[in-house]
């Protein structure tokens, strides 16, 4: 179970750091000793992709014992997704990537591109989460955030409740609740109601760029300014006086 994790982990690493990097498309293989880049052979069948959609071309290696192969994908035009911020499984197992673009969903054999033509209200998606019910959220920056479920949108911002319609992380604590972490402080969603923090009486900093939830149910946010520690009554800090 910790292998298949560790690979599952690793694919996603590997395919954010490839976009990210704006490769040509390419195979990586990877061993228990070391990652290397093989030359490109002879491209496999193209993948399947809607009408609307740019094609993507994928390469391959034979299968051994001793290797995993990882295909990587680039969808045409190349600045598609050639800038890319975050990475998440969906409910179903797909694949979602967020950045300059909008998201993009692969479900290991079609891409689908989902922008302001699709309901996003905004092409910049820094994060995206899963929540309890199988709902995506997808964080923008400048436009707040979008819940989607059964090809139905739902959009919150600062006039719903949201502290900052720039939003730069979130989080599925594990009581449901749902944090964003913006560059004007975090805010707090149960499912009905709001409720934000910010430096001064929360937070080391108002712009948070991370949150994560430990064990004992605890939320840490890593700030411009340190770090903040919320154990569900009081906030602690680390970082300069």
């Known amino acids: 179970m910790r292998t298949q994790n560790f690979k599952r ?13 704006g490769c040509s498309p390419s195979t990586l293989v ?5 990652i290397q880049s093989t030359p490109q052979p002879t491209p496999s069948p193209t993948a399947t992709v809607p009408p609307d959609q740019p094609e993507s071309e ?23 997704v050639s800038y890319v911020w975050t990475v998440a499984i969906g409910a179903d197992d797909s694949l979602w990537f967020g950045g300059v673009m909008g998201a993009v969903n692969f479900n290991g054999e079609t891409w689908m591109i989902y922008g302001t033509n699709q309901g996003l ?15 995506l959220w997808f964080a923008t920056l400048g436009s707040g955030v979008s819940r989607y479920k059964d090809r139905t949108w739902t959009h919150y911002a600062t006039s719903n409740g949201l502290i900052d319609d ?12 749902i944090w964003f972490g913006t560059y004007g402080g975090v805010s707090r969603f149960n499912g009905e109601t709001w409720q934000s923090y910010s430096r001064g009486s929360s937070l080391m900093d108002n ?20 770090i903040s520690h919320f154990d569900g009554t009081n906030w602690w800090y680390y970082g300069p006086e």
């Not at 014992?65 to 598609?80: A, C």
């Not at 910049?124 to 709902?135: C, F, L, N, R, Y």
């Not at 994560?212 to 946010?221: A, C, L, N, R, Y």
């Open 9 to 21: 982990m690793l694919v996603l690493l590997m395919c954010q750091i490839w976009l990210l990097a």
């Open 30 to 34: 990877v061993d228990t000793h070391e």
């Open 58 to 80: 994928s390469t391959s290696v034979s299968d051994s014992e001793d290797m995993t192969r990882i295909t990587t994908y680039q969808l045409r035009p190349s600045g598609t």
């Open 121 to 135: 209200p905004n092409d910049k998606v820094q994060a995206i989460i899963t929540d309890d019910e199988g709902a």
């Open 166 to 177: 720039s939003v730069t992380s979130a989080l599925v604590a594990s009581n449901g609740d």
């Open 207 to 226: 712009t948070v760029n991370s949150i994560v939830e430990t064990m004992d149910g605890h939320i840490w946010f890593g700030t411009n300014r340190g």
